[in-house]
Nanobody, 125 residues
Framework: QEQPVESGGGSVQAGGSLRLSCITS????????VAWFRQPPGKERVGVAA????????YYADSVKGRFTISPDSAKNTVHLQMNSLKPEDTDMYYC??????????????????WGQGTQVTVSS
């Protein structure tokens, strides 16, 4: 199963927290780089955070630095996105994406081959 599977979305009030989880295949040729994207309705996917599983390098969009943390649970082939201090503007569908390695632009959608079905995050004011 190459396609990652997301979970953990839901509804929360502003200032609250959610933790998204992405179960990957665990195969080195397809899941060494794992990222989270968000997609506003009718718009392109925007990178939120990414992690290189082998090197431990992490990448964040400016809008989430200091609030979101991406981390691996290698024993479970899972990557978590801890989202704190959530804002109404964080509301979107969130997608997990994986590929063999983080290359030039880890927060750009074109870098990724495998995509999950998405999980909705809704933050109310």
């Amino acid at each position: 199963q190459e396609q990652p599977v997301e979970s953990g979305g839901g509804s929360v009030q502003a200032g609250g927290s959610l933790r998204l989880s992405c179960i990957t295949s665990g195969y080195r040729y397809s899941s060494n780089c794992v990222a989270w994207f968000r997609q506003p309705p009718g718009k392109e996917r925007v990178g939120v955070a990414a992690i290189d599983i082998r090197e431990g390098s992490t990448y964040y969009a400016d809008s989430v630095k200091g609030r979101f943390t991406i981390s691996p649970d290698s024993a479970k082939n899972t990557v978590h996105l801890q989202m704190n201090s959530l804002k109404p503007e964080d509301t979107d569908m969130y997608y997990c994406a994986t590929d063999a390695g983080c290359r030039v632009a880890p927060l750009r959608a074109f870098e990724y081959t495998y995509w999950g079905q998405g999980t909705q995050v809704t933050v109310s004011s």
